[in-house]
């Protein structure tokens, strides 16, 4: 029998868990100060389909080529491509943060506004970027789902759900507030190394009492 699933504490012992890994590519990049809305929307979009180890180093490098919005506008696109290269479809999100940093020039002084509507305007933006953004550079609740927060959840039984989307939704109505931001900062570490897609290691797994399991069928 499982012991009912309690948010408070699987969150407590995931945090303690999760300590000693590296913190997701974000939270990283704001730790280091890079956590302007600017800078962090650029950063999730190199981290699209990329993983940490790539976006990290790249986007340290196209930040010290260009450091302000300014330089990035004027950087010619073939020039910013070459900088980010390493991460995935490196051509159009060359195209796509031009643009936003030309809009961040152009439409507001150099600053974006904390303000999700902006944000999805933006090609190449979606709710999971533009809310991890948020939420880092703004400090507002947003909830951001990638493909970790989708999986754990779902497979601890504490969402029952298809899609990322659908998950974003199903979180917002339950997941206490206090957790929207922090939720992504603890299950991205936690769901890359102890929660893994293929053979979870559930037998060392803090929160396994409580855990469903679902759609486990094999498992360390």
Not at 104 to 112: A, C, I, N, Q, S
Not at 168 to 183: D, F, H, N, S, V
Not at 188 to 215: A, D, E, N, W
């Amino acid at each position: 029998m499982k012991e009912a699933f309690d948010i408070d504490l699987a969150l407590a012992r995931v945090r303690e868990a999760v300590r000693d890994y590296p913190p997701a590519a974000m939270f990283a990049l704001a730790d280091e100060g890079h956590r302007s809305l600017f800078e962090q929307v650029v950063g999730c979009i190199l981290s699209i389909r990329t993983y940490d180890e790539v976006t990290l180093p790249t986007a340290r490098r196209l930040f010290a080529a260009a450091p302000t919005p300014d330089a990035m506008a004027a950087l010619p696109v073939e020039d910013l491509q070459a900088l980010i290269a390493p991460v995935s479809f490196a051509e159009p999100k060359a195209r796509q943060i031009q643009a936003i940093a030309a809009a961040t020039v152009e439409r507001y002084g150099g600053t974006l506004p904390c303000d999700r509507d902006v944000l999805l305007a933006f090609t190449g933006v979606g709710p999971k970027c533009a809310h991890l953004a948020l939420a880092i550079a703004c400090g507002q609740p947003w909830v951001s789902v990638d493909v970790h927060v989708h999986r754990v959840t779902n497979r601890w039984g504490y969402v029952r759900t298809r899609t990322p989307e659908q998950t974003t939704a199903a979180l917002e109505a339950q997941l206490p507030r206090r957790y929207w931001i922090e939720i992504n900062r603890l299950l991205v570490p936690f769901g890359k190394h102890i929660c893994t897609t293929r053979r979870p290691r559930c037998s060392t797994c803090p929160v396994l009492s409580m855990c469903q399991q679902v759609g486990v069928t094999d498992h360390r």
